[in-house]
């Protein structure tokens, strides 16, 4: 078997301030797989996602072990992580229009990729990462600015950009939150057409359906339940991963929606026990004393022994 992409093993982030972001993750992308982390806002998905690039605010404290296609990222020089940045690993962001200059044109940003690492893209390289991503008359298309640009063709170019180089692993954080579902699926598919494997961060469990070959669902900083994405969604086991996919509303089912009643919990303290026992409505004597271990893809100690 070859390198995975990417390897995360008991990763630990704390903010400055102490607050508790990520607290034993460990997640796993083979070669031309798509993972999708999911869970309610706040939960550390973001805070993956910049460990894994090597982004995250100076003062943070960080434990356990990031592997991108076979190169540590916890304790890694500047140096090393500038060069992973784009080689190893492409980033997509969330909101095109934020992350391309107002002022400069989109051929200035797409060079930025090559730039960032001394180079300069050859002739026509820049016109044919265009062309890649669907970019229709790419070469005039550079010469404009991002204002002309449609958010969902934005998209495409950030794509272009974050693949310039062929990182064997692309992330990309809730890339499609801002277009509308049509636009969003094609945008998906070219993403995942050029991404040799890729970590998705992503609310939108419609999305993860049609999009995911597995996912990772997220609470307070721990995965609770991982599994192949379609038979996650088809029949999840964890309490709050059953309340996730109740939340989402189902046309034509006849179904109401189920909105997830409480908070998660605060993020400054050790947490003792299962953090969603008390939103848990299957919630027995004991889930508090205890973290439940992750085993068959799922940390729950009341389902876990059912
Ligand atoms: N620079 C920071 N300093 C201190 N706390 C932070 C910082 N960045 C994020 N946090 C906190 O860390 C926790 C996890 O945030 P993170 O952005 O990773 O969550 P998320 O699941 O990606 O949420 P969202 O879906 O809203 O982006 C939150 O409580 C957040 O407020």
Known sequence: MGTSALVVTDLHVTYPGEVRAVRGVSLQIAAG??????????????????????????????????????TEVVGASTGTLRTLRGLGVGYVPQEPFAAFDPVRRVGHHLAEAWRVHGRRPAAGELVRALEEHGIPEPADRLRQWP???????????????????????????????????DRADAVLADLRRSSPSLLLVSH???????????????????????????EVLAAPRHPYTRALVAAVPQPGSGRLPEPLAGSPPRLGAELAGCAFAPR????????DDQTPPMTGGLACWVVGRG
């Open 33 to 70: 797989e798509t993972l999708a982390l999911v869970g309610e806002s706040g939960c550390g998905k973001t805070t993956v996602l910049r460990t894994v690039l090597g982004l995250l605010p100076a003062g943070s404290a960080v434990s356990g072990s990031v592997l991108v296609a076979g």
């Open 204 to 230: 939108d469990l419609s999305l993860v359906a049609r999009h995911a070959d597995r996912m990772a669902v997220c609470y307070a900083g721990q995965v609770v339940e991982t599994g192949v994405a379609a």
């Open 147 to 181: 204002h002309q640009w449609s958010g969902g063709m934005l998209q495409r170019a950030t794509i272009a950009a974050a693949t310039a180089h062929r990182p064997p692993l692309v992330v990309a954080d809730e890339p499609t939150s801002a277009l509308d579902a």
């Open 280 to 287: 848990c409505r299957w919630r027995e004597d004991g889930c």
